[in-house]
């Protein structure tokens, strides 16, 4: 049943629209339930960086859930949520996620429209200023100070 609307899907004229523009700036209206998961999952056989906005957050996450179980391939799926850069722990998983997404040749990106407001690095300023401790390894405290300083970070007291 599913391999016959994948095909259905595949065959349809706004389908074919999506694959003859290369799947670049596309919005689409009126899908409903998991169709939308399943237009996302079938573009990304034709268009592997695919980027997917809504302001419903469980939305996206039962899209994760859908692109998940259709493609097989939980790796394939990233959810980025808002972050405050005030806080540490939260910016981690922003770092994890951006790295991904600069080595990755594919992925499809989940996240809100307000999350894309925020100004972020560029991927070669990211990639130039990764700094990289290894253990067993020796590191002078200065040394790793003052690469933060140039990096611009700020000390602040941990409440």
């Known amino acids: 049943m599913l391999k016959e609307l994948i095909n259905r899907l595949y065959h349809s004229k706004n389908f074919k629209e999506i694959v003859s523009n290369k799947g670049v700036n596309l919005f689409f209206t009126g899908l409903r339930g998991s169709l939308s998961s399943l237009v996302i999952a ?11 906005t809504s302001s419903d957050t469980a939305k996206l996450f039962k899209i994760k859930d859908d692109i998940n179980l259709i493609l097989g391939n939980e790796s394939t799926v990233i959810y980025l949520d808002e972050f405050d850069e005030e806080y540490e722990s939260e910016i981690t998983p922003l770092s994890t996620i951006l790295k991904k997404l600069s080595a990755d040749n594919e992925f499809i990106l989940l996240t809100t429209p307000k999350t894309l407001e925020k100004p972020i ?37 941990i409440k």
Not at 132 to 150: A, C, M, P, R, V
Request: net charge positive; charged share 35%; with cysteine.
């Open 42 to 52: 079938c573009a990304y056989k034709n268009q592997t960086k695919i980027v997917y």
């Open 121 to 157: 690095i560029s991927e070669e300023l990211f990639k130039k200023n990764i700094i990289s401790l290894k253990k067993g390894e020796d590191y002078t405290f200065e040394n790793l100070i003052q690469n933060l300083l140039e990096f611009k970070f700020t000390k602040k007291k």
